[in-house]
């Protein structure tokens, strides 16, 4: 059964940060560009970064960058987010999605395009 399954969120002052990671199971992440999104509470998703299945390419939402860094470890079949300099409004649970595709695929008005999902971790950033 294709699973993901996120970790490392928690609650974490302003300024601070923190590594989400990702792991998958039943099928490995060798040919799926993969990303990460992120819903606050009263907000729709937003795709927060992605990543190409080599790791060749990323892209981040402008409300990251520079702060956050999206990685990958296909031998260990995990992909990572670092967030740094996080703010109040970073805080939402954070899911990480495989797209059957190698690279990142955008739609313009609809986001990254993916098709398997995890279930969620949450960050709470506050003081």
């Known amino acids: 059964q294709l699973q993901l399954v996120e970790s490392g969120g928690g609650l974490v002052q302003p300024g601070g940060s923190l590594r989400l990671s990702c792991v998958a199971s039943?099928?490995?992440?060798?040919?799926?560009?993969i990303g990460w999104f992120r819903q606050a509470p009263g907000k729709e998703r937003e795709g927060v970064s992605c990543i190409s299945s080599d790791a060749g390419s990323t892209d981040y939402a402008d409300s990251v960058k520079g702060r956050f860094t999206i990685s990958r470890d296909n031998a260990r079949n995990m992909v990572y987010l670092q967030m740094n300099s996080l703010k109040p409004e970073d805080t939402g649970v954070y899911y990480c999605?495989?797209?059957?595709?190698?690279?990142?695929?955008?739609?313009?008005?609809?986001?990254?395009?993916?098709?398997?999902w995890g279930k969620g971790t949450l960050v709470t950033v506050s003081s």
């Open positions: 039943g099928f490995t992440l060798d040919y799926y560009a």
């Open positions: 999605a495989a797209a059957a595709q190698t690279t990142c695929v955008i739609i313009p008005g609809h986001g990254y395009v993916m098709h398997y």
